[in-house]
């Protein structure tokens, strides 16, 4: 494969950098704008998977609220996010929870836990 | 009843400042929320990237807000939910309702203004059309889908790239809404960039600059929005317009501080922020009302709410305690070149200064901001009207000035 410039912005902190990438498909050739080495494992990440953390809600019954807040506790591939929405989908939880609490493990395999982000007492 | 600090509103600002204002010895300190629990508007922002700076942690908002109601329930400050604060006194008495105490006065040594912000909505901007429904300020529709579980539309449209407009085309689009495009009647967007990325770009989500919404067709419900190209001066191009249908429009048009107590209290407010003209303590014009947070002005990090919260608390104490001297005549900060807007905009010879400057027209390169007096210079590799710049001067370099300081940003 013959070498293609790709331009990134990093979305690990707020700064944003934006990195220009020279890569034969797998390999890097050159990088340019990473300011920290984060951005240099973002970019080299993003060229093979990209990853994200989803943030979603999922039901619950007997709390105050209709829907507790969730996400998955480390990066899971982006492409994965249509099916692991369509699995939460499926799921009521019961109050109370505590923040932290694993929701569903090991979700699609990837490694994750989906977790509750605040805790919800049963009203 | 009696108080030593009156903090209201207990979001990111009030939070933080009711736990410094008793870590800095005020010993009766009372919080006052008008909702049924604590934590402001984190509680719907339950997406990540809070606290990277503060904490060092990528926080959800709700995660953010209980870290922050955990460290205060392990202090004796009193917190007041339910409680409506409906009038201010300049002499710091504070009129508040609630279904437990009904009427109570509270007479404060020292208060904190935590009041946070509210969303402009379709009047502020006024759109033409008809009046159907599906119209939503973006950060209603955020409680909506987050909080009480409900889809506010299936095909939407969002103007405005402010950051909630932006994170709401992502949550719209994962619970299985179509977002058509997000339109934004500048020629920059305005939210961050990383927001641009993880919630447009990652979901193919166009962005429209220098584009607005002209009209809105419907009855009963949102069937179409007219949009339309602007130009230089930001009026719709004849010829330029687009029907686009859909269910739902959300705004995301900016934020604008809500100050209704500030004026019964007769606070001077800043025709630039909309929110109090404050000192570098977080004091306002009115002797012990101190404000801090997006009541301030609107910024872009809860990180940098939590510090002027942190700010606010500490001085708020001294107060209080009647330590915070004003021996002084305070100086005013002022915006000079490529500045929009400025925060504090008094220093009062009492801390260290902390200035949060927002650009009027972005810079691609290298900048200098001076601060001058005292003459400081200080390096930032962009300025961009979307993304605060934050630099510090310490007080040991503005003890000696006597005329305003001004604040300028150049292209190096």
Redesign the interface.
Known sequence: MTAQQQHF???V??I?C?IDVVHDGNRIISMEGSKCERSEEFVTQELVE?M??????V?IEGA????V?V?TDKSVP?RL?PRI?RQLRGITLQAPIN?LDVVVSDVLGTGADVIA???MTRE | MEADVAVIGSGPAGLTAAIHARRSGASRVVLLEREEELGGILKQCIHNGFGLEQFKQDYTGPEYAERLINELQHTDVQCLLNTLVTDLSPDRIITTLSPQHGALQIKARSIVLAMGCRERTRGSIGIPGTRPAGIFAAGVAQRFVNIDGYLPGRQAVILGSGDIGLIMARRLTLEGASVIGVYEIMSYPGGLKRNIVQCLNDFGIPLHLSHTVTDIRGRERVEAVVVSRVDDALNPVPGSQQVIQCDTLLLSVGLIPENELSRKAGIELSPDTGGPLTRETMETSVPGVFACGNVSTVFDLVDYVAQTGEAAGRCAARYAAGDLHQSRQPVDIVAGQNVRLLFPQRYGFQDDLVLFIRAAEPVENPVTVEVKPPGSKITRPYARPNEMLRVKVPMSKLTEIRQPIRVSIREK
Request: include cysteine; hydrophobic fraction near 35%; charge should be positive.
């Open positions: 912005v990093c979305v902190c707020p944003g934006e990209p994200r953390i989803l943030t979603t809600t039901r105050r609220w209709a829907v807040p996400r982006r996010f929405m923040m982000t605040r805790t």
